[in-house]
């Protein structure tokens, strides 16, 4: 990239991951094809998520943008023609032009057709597969005219932004399932901020009161000394628990960040047991946990019967909003 063209990647980086933070989250990804636009011209765009198994790609979710379903309709009919789809996929990440004229042949004459009816004649793609879970998210910008093909600088360039792009997305929606988990999860914790030597810089009045009152203490300006210990000489414990208080803290800049809430079921559950009911919780299957975490399905079968039994549920979808308290 010239270095005259870094102010503008930059400031269009800057409202991107802006967007992330402020627009809700059915609106953000027309919002940021709309910002792309400004650098990057296409009319049309396709904005999916997929898992790649042997026998294709199986497709989680599909955002399109100044297109109608009535093109992923007659899409499926000519699916089997799209080279440009294996191509762009061939690789842990990859960014490609694409014009008709690549598709050539008797036997591809229905796929051009769908091209120039849909206004796919030149089309830029750009795809990331995690190496070992398989899940694939590719960005497709599309453009009607024939003339306007797709140029090296402009293959370069979406390279460069659809990191930013998918992390811009999964920033949003961390957003917002922060703003739905307000009340439910968030509020059960209190925080507070200390250094190494235990002084209390901020702490709110209820992490005062759960700890205090967990780890014995007359001085209200400093972390209880057993805890303190506990936090600096074990970082890498998951939490901290004592007389029915959980203690969480990571350390940054040379300060402590803790929250601390009152313990609940969920924190009965074993390390692994957490982790079964997290991939659970997140759609896999009993088969697909044993593959994943290399146990046989009748051992993973026995881990999600004892915690339901902890957990007091016989319903997955209850799951959720539970081990959330606990993340």
Same mark, same amino acid.
């Given at each position: 990239?010239?270095?005259?063209?870094?102010?503008?990647?930059?400031?269009?980086?800057?409202?991107?991951?802006?967007?992330?933070?402020?627009?809700?989250?059915?609106?953000?990804?027309?919002?940021?094809?709309?910002?792309?636009?400004?650098?990057?011209?296409?009319?049309?765009?396709?904005?999916?998520?997929?898992?790649?198994?042997?026998?294709?790609?199986?497709?989680?979710?599909?955002?399109?943008?100044?297109?109608?379903?009535?093109?992923?309709?007659?899409?499926?009919?000519?699916?089997?023609?799209?080279?440009?789809?294996?191509?762009?996929?061939?690789?842990?990440?990859?960014?490609?032009?694409?014009?008709?004229?690549?598709?050539?042949?008797?036997?591809?004459?229905?796929?051009?057709?769908?091209?120039?009816?849909?206004?796919?004649?030149?089309?830029?793609?750009?795809?990331?597969?995690?190496?070992?879970?398989?899940?694939?998210?590719?960005?497709?910008?599309?453009?009607?005219?024939?003339?306007?093909?797709?140029?090296?600088?402009?293959?370069?360039?979406?390279?460069?932004?659809?990191?930013?792009?998918?992390? /811009?997305?999964?920033?949003?929606? +961390?957003? #917002?399932? %922060?703003?739905?988990?307000?009340?439910? $999860?968030? =509020?059960? !914790?209190?925080?507070?901020? /200390?250094?190494?030597?235990?002084? +209390?810089? #901020?702490? %709110?009045?209820?992490?005062?009161?759960? $700890?205090? =009152?967990? !780890?014995?203490?007359?001085?209200?300006?400093?972390?209880?000394?057993?805890?303190?210990?506990?936090?600096?000489?074990?970082?890498?414990?998951?939490?901290?628990?004592?007389?029915?208080?959980?203690?969480?803290?990571?350390?940054?800049?040379?300060?402590?960040?803790?929250?601390?809430?009152?313990?609940?079921?969920?924190?009965?559950?074993?390390?692994?047991?957490?982790?079964?009911?997290?991939?659970?919780?997140?759609?896999?299957?009993?088969?697909?946990?044993?593959?994943?975490?290399?146990?046989?399905?009748?051992?993973?079968?026995?881990?999600?019967?004892?915690?339901?039994?902890?957990?007091?549920?016989?319903?997955?979808?209850?799951?959720?909003?539970?081990?959330?308290?606990?993340?």
């Amino acid at each position: 990239m010239r270095p005259s063209l870094l102010p503008e990647y930059s400031n269009l980086l800057l409202a991107l991951y802006r967007l992330a933070q402020e627009c809700p989250v059915h609106l953000f990804q027309d919002a940021a094809l709309t910002l792309l636009k400004t650098c990057l011209a296409f009319d049309s765009s396709m904005w999916g998520t997929a898992t790649m198994r042997e026998g294709g790609i199986d497709i989680h979710s599909i955002h399109l943008h100044n297109s109608s379903p009535a093109m992923l309709e007659a899409y499926e009919k000519v699916k089997h023609c799209d080279t440009a789809a294996v191509q762009v996929t061939a690789q842990r990440t990859m960014t490609i032009g694409f014009r008709v004229e690549d598709f050539p042949g008797e036997h591809n004459t229905a796929f051009r057709q769908f091209l120039h009816d849909f206004g796919h004649v030149n089309m830029l793609i750009t795809s990331d597969i995690h190496p070992g879970t398989r899940f694939v998210q590719w960005v497709s910008l599309y453009r009607a005219e024939l003339a306007a093909r797709c140029l090296k600088p402009e293959i370069d360039l979406l390279a460069c932004l659809a990191p930013h792009l998918m992390q /811009a997305l999964a920033i949003n929606r +961390l957003v #917002h399932l %922060d703003r739905l988990s307000h009340d439910t $999860v968030r =509020a059960k !914790w209190s925080v507070a901020i /200390a250094d190494q030597r235990g002084v +209390l810089y #901020h702490a %709110d009045d209820r992490f005062k009161a759960l $700890v205090f =009152a967990a !780890w014995r203490t007359d001085d209200p300006q400093h972390l209880p000394p057993a805890l303190l210990k506990q936090l600096v000489s074990q970082p890498d414990q998951p939490h901290v628990a004592a007389g029915g208080v959980i203690v969480r803290g990571h350390r940054e800049q040379g300060l402590l960040f803790l929250k601390a809430r009152a313990s609940e079921t969920v924190d009965t559950l074993s390390e692994r047991e957490f982790l079964v009911a997290k991939l659970i919780a997140h759609g896999l299957t009993q088969k697909q946990v044993a593959t994943q975490l290399n146990r046989s399905p009748e051992t993973i079968r026995s881990q999600i019967k004892a915690i339901f039994n902890k957990l007091n549920i016989n319903n997955v979808a209850l799951l959720g909003a539970l081990l959330a308290v606990r993340e």
